[in-house]
C-alpha cells in the first residue's frame, strides 16, 4: 500500500467518523432539560470505533512479503558408457604328439 493511498484512507476514515459521530447527535430529543439521544449516540461511538480498529490494522500490518521461487533442477546427463572390446579368445595349441611304444 503506497503512502498515498494509506493517507487517503485515512482522510477518508477520519470523515466518516466525524460523519457519524454528527448524525447520531441530531436523531435523539430534548425533554426536561435533558438530551435524550445516547442510544444513537453510542452506536455512532461504537462504530467509530470499530471502523478504527479495522483501519488501523491494516495500516499497522506488515507489507507482504514475495519470496522468488526456486530456480529448476539443473538436469546433467549421465556420461557415455564406456564399451571395452572383448578380450581375444584365449588359444592354447594342442600337445606335441608323442609316440607311444608299448613293451
Not at 3 to 13: E, V
Not at 23 to 47: K, L, N, Q
Not at 85 to 102: G, T
Amino acid at each position: 500500500m503506497t503512502r498515498s493511498q494509506r493517507f487517503g484512507l485515512i482522510a477518508g476514515a477520519a470523515l466518516l467518523g466525524t460523519a457519524a459521530m454528527a448524525a447520531p447527535a441530531e436523531a435523539g430529543y430534548w425533554r426536561r432539560g435533558h438530551y435524550h439521544g445516547g442510544g444513537a449516540v453510542a452506536a455512532g461511538i461504537v462504530g467509530g470505533l470499530a471502523l478504527g480498529a479495522i483501519v488501523g490494522g491494516a495500516l499497522a500490518a506488515p507489507p507482504p512479503v514475495y519470496y522468488a521461487p526456486p530456480p529448476p533442477p539443473v538436469y546433467y546427463a549421465p556420461p557415455p558408457r564406456v564399451y571395452y572390446a572383448p578380450p581375444p579368445p584365449a588359444y592354447y595349441a594342442p600337445p606335441p604328439a608323442v609316440a607311444y611304444k608299448p613293451y
